[in-house]
């Protein structure tokens, strides 16, 4: 049995832990362990108290995947419901869907009987956001954002890549053998209203496949998109890599993509025998594991992979 998580889910991976030594499914421990991190309100890149987008509202991204069966649940772009992980996992459940977007999906959070909130952004956050834009925008065009019809130029502005990463991966192995991958995330800060990233999108953010292991991903989800990276991580193991040189590899086909917008990305593996990685294109990222004999999760270094950084520019 065994937890593996982004540096933020310290404050879950013991939760996560006691579901897998209680008996309790993998699918049960990341749902635990990402529910504390969501509930958190220090961490300002998931769940409550997290960065909006560009217009103050706070639209939540999740997404489940049971490595058992392959079946999995998203949610994206949700407001007003705070536990998407939760959401995400009913709708892989209850659903013969695997992805619901915006109003459906808070349709959903609400006959599921989600408690609706609509203070899930604390004061200082937004006092934060405005001073933020205000750094790259006039005070009469922040002042009218909502009703401005060129939000597109200013996203690109206010989007700082370098301050907006966060989201938080769970991966776990229970003593059945299954394995299970989950994200949820605020996404980017400031970012265009019903931006989706990676994090709900099976295969892109997440991926868990019981017969080769699991991977998810942290950072620019716009790439992780574009490259399937957490399926790419699965592919790899699949065809026989360890989980470094698997983790490695994924890391390179983003290093190949092309076009302007280029960031950081982080992932977290684990492989169907247990053995975990993680990987950054920063040079000082940490990640977290505990396995059923420890008392408690060790951070190693992750791997890093350069992946240099372009913003608005061409390759
Ligand atoms: N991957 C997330 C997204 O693109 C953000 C992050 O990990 O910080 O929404």
Redesign the pocket.
């Known amino acids: 049995m065994i937890v593996v998580a982004?540096s933020n889910g310290r404050v879950g991976i013991q939760a996560a832990m006691d579901v897998l030594k209680a008996g309790g499914t993998a699918v049960s421990a990341v749902e635990a362990g990402i529910r504390l991190v969501e509930a958190n309100p220090e961490d300002h890149?998931v769940g409550y108290n997290s960065y909006p987008n560009i217009l103050g509202e706070l639209e939540l991204?999740a997404s489940i995947m049971n490595g058992r069966s392959l079946e999995s649940g998203a949610v994206g772009a949700m407001r007003g419901y705070l536990y998407a992980i939760t959401v995400a996992r009913q709708v892989m459940e209850k659903l013969p869907h695997v992805f619901l977007a915006g109003e459906g999906a808070e349709r959903f959070a609400a006959e599921m009987g989600h408690e609706r909130a609509s203070d899930l952004v604390r004061e200082e956050i937004m006092a934060f956001r405005e001073e933020r834009l205000k750094r790259d925008m006039p005070a009469e065009v922040f002042d009218n954002l909502a009703q401005r019809s060129d939000l597109y130029e200013w996203v690109k502005l206010a989007t700082d890549p370098q301050r907006?990463?966060?989201?938080v991966n769970f991966l776990a192995k229970d003593s059945h053998g299954d394995i299970c991958a989950g994200?949820s995330?605020?996404?980017?800060a400031w970012?265009y209203p019903g931006?989706?990233?990676?994090?709900p999108i099976i295969g892109a953010?997440n991926y868990a496949d019981n017969r080769y292991g699991a991977a998810a991903?942290?950072?620019?989800?716009?790439m992780?998109?574009r490259a399937c990276t957490a399926h790419s991580v699965v592919f790899y193991l699949k065809m026989g890599m360890s989980v470094e040189e698997a983790g490695k590899r994924a890391m390179a086909d983003l290093n190949d993509l092309g076009g302007r917008f280029i960031s950081?990305m982080?992932l977290v593996v684990l492989d169907k025998d247990g053995n975990s990685g993680g990987f950054t294109s920063h040079q000082d990222g940490t990640y977290i594991y505990q396995t059923a004999d420890m008392d408690t999760y060790v951070e190693p270094n992750r791997t890093y992979v350069n992946i240099p950084a372009r913003w608005d520019q061409e390759k």
Not at 164 to 167: K, M, N, S
Not at 185 to 188: A, E, L, P, R, V
């Open positions: 982004s890149s991204d907006t990463y966060g989201t994200v995330t605020s996404g980017w970012k931006r989706l990233g990676d994090s953010g991903c942290t950072g620019m989800g716009e992780a998109i950081r982080n």
